[in-house]
């Protein structure tokens, strides 16, 4: 039988009023006999019941999904063609939602369980974006342990410009001084490497948690820590 989506709702072409049979049914009436779509013989009704689930939650479903959507920089025309998917996904996957586990009113279990299929959405399409996305590693990123040094006169620029940039170098350079090496080693990895929108290297990452002993939560907690202080160092030694 085929199938579109008209408007929010998924709705079947063939007989398209026949769900409102359904409208006064419970929610776990509803959930009930979309599970029955895998008898062929009440596999309609089960469309129908779908229908009618849709309609009902369709509006506090996408009343959840504009916030969360554009937390994760998409619109609303966006956060509607979620929805489609959520409640695809609702329609085409095994049944997982168990009532007996709803400890409150069941219509609110149900949007969150609807919400929980929309956030694995998201979640797969960042990932399937990132694959696509041009990785600017080469597999050859290795740590980095110490500040290397620069030759001034190598650099085109003028000797003023020349002379702050050696001013800059030497404040780092003294302010990595004050790092534990675990948090220092990380640091300049880190500032070696790291690009926006991108992770480091799995091989990398990896090399990091070997050498230094550390989990990656660890990795990231040093981090964070060896960011601060360097941040706090140049705001108090780094005005002229």
């Known amino acids: 039988m085929q199938k579109r989506y ?20 419970t929610t776990e ?16 009704e089960a469309e129908d019941a779908f229908r009618a689930f849709t309609y009902r939650f369709q509006k506090d479903l996408l009343k959840k999904l504009i916030p ?8 609303k ?17 095994p049944m997982t939602f168990d009532k007996k586990e709803c400890k409150k009113e069941i219509d609110k279990c149900v949007v969150n369980y609807l919400m ?8 797969g399409q960042k990932r399937d974006m990132e694959r696509t996305m041009a990785s600017p590693y080469n597999g050859d990123e290795l740590i980095i ?24 170098h030497e404040l780092i350079k003294n302010a990595l001084e004050h ?16 690009k926006d929108g991108y992770k480091l290297p799995r091989k990398l990452l990896q090399s990091l948690r070997d050498e230094l002993d550390l989990t990656q939560n660890s990795v990231k907690a040093y981090k964070n820590d060896a960011y601060k202080q360097i941040d706090n160092y140049l705001k108090l030694y780094g005005s002229k």
């Open 6 to 25: 008209d408007g929010f709702a998924y709705c079947i072409q063939s007989e398209p009023m026949a769900w409102k049979d359904f409208e006064k049914e």
């Open 29 to 44: 009436d509803l959930i009930d006999i979309i599970q029955m779509k895998t008898d062929p013989s009440l596999f309609t």
């Open 68 to 75: 969360v959507c554009r937390s994760w920089k998409k619109d």
């Open 77 to 93: 025309t966006e956060a509607v063609e979620l929805g489609y998917l959520t409640f695809d996904q609702f329609w085409k996957l």
């Open 116 to 123: 929980r299929i929309a956030q694995h959405l998201l979640c």
């Open 145 to 168: 342990r110490e500040w290397p040094e620069i030759d001034v006169d190598q650099l085109s620029a003028k000797p003023e410009k020349k002379k702050e940039l050696l001013r800059i």
């Open 179 to 194: 790092l534990p090496p675990k948090h220092k080693i990380i640091y300049l990895t880190y500032k070696a490497y790291e």
